[in-house]
């Protein structure tokens, strides 16, 4: 893990007007280093899927500043959104978001296909990290025919493929069973050990701290609190 900030938010702020000012996110201000695990985590309502919407450049703030990998990500226009998007961020979500009529190997090699990369490329950075998450037997199955732990391994493996600046992942054990649960934090685990990969997760289930250098609690819309772990 290095002293580098790979993602940083200052006096963060999104407001929904339902009548008066409703913040969704208030005054939320976090970094987070490269090659860490970060949770934020709390209950349902208290603004942690919002949050990562605006990290992602999927919502604007109404003020505060959001910087990644160094670059202020606050007055892209959409193309430079989604430049940046394609670029720098993978995603992981709750319910896996594959694409029905490609296959497994196909859903994991769009993105590098999208930013341009050579087939070759394409082809032997999807197969490898499909053998990683231990799908290279079912890499040519289509979602459906795959369990929900295994669409998420290839969702996992999806947004590793272009070398991303950090994952951001929306409650992507909410879906699973514990057993599976476990299996795809420990792909977490591993990635963020071999590649050096950062992510950052949100989760209601706060027993997945063990696994975070990071814990951010919010609450309501605000930080309650971050808490610095030795990951495991």
Do not use: W
């Amino acid at each position: 893990m290095s002293e580098v900030t790979i993602l940083k938010t200052e006096n963060l702020n999104k407001a929904f007007f339902l009548g008066e000012a409703v913040y969704a996110v208030n005054n939320v201000s976090f970094e987070v280093m490269q090659g860490e695990i970060c949770l934020v985590v709390g209950p349902s309502g208290s603004g942690k899927s919002t949050l990562l919407s605006l990290i992602g450049g999927l919502d604007r703030p109404i003020s505060g500043e959001i910087l990644i990998d160094g670059k202020s990500i606050i007055n892209l226009n959409e193309d430079q959104l989604a430049l940046m998007r394609r670029r720098s961020i993978g995603y992981v979500f709750q319910f896996f978001n594959l694409i029905p009529h490609l296959s497994a190997l196909e859903n994991v090699e769009l993105p590098m296909s999208i930013a341009g990369k050579s087939r070759k490329e394409v082809r032997e950075r999807a197969t490898f990290l499909l053998e990683e998450v231990g799908l290279g037997p079912r890499m040519h199955h289509k979602p459906n025919q795959l369990s929900g732990g295994e669409q998420q391994r290839v969702a996992i493996a999806r947004s590793l493929v272009n070398h991303p600046a950090v994952v951001l992942a929306d409650e992507p054990t909410g879906n699973l069973d514990s057993k599976t649960r476990d299996l795809v934090i420990d792909l977490f685990a591993r990635f963020n050990k071999t590649e050096g990969q950062t992510f950052v997760i949100i989760t209601h289930d706060e027993s997945l701290a063990r696994y975070a250098h990071r814990v951010v609690r919010l609450k309501d819309g605000k930080i309650e609190e971050i808490v610095l772990n030795k990951a495991s």
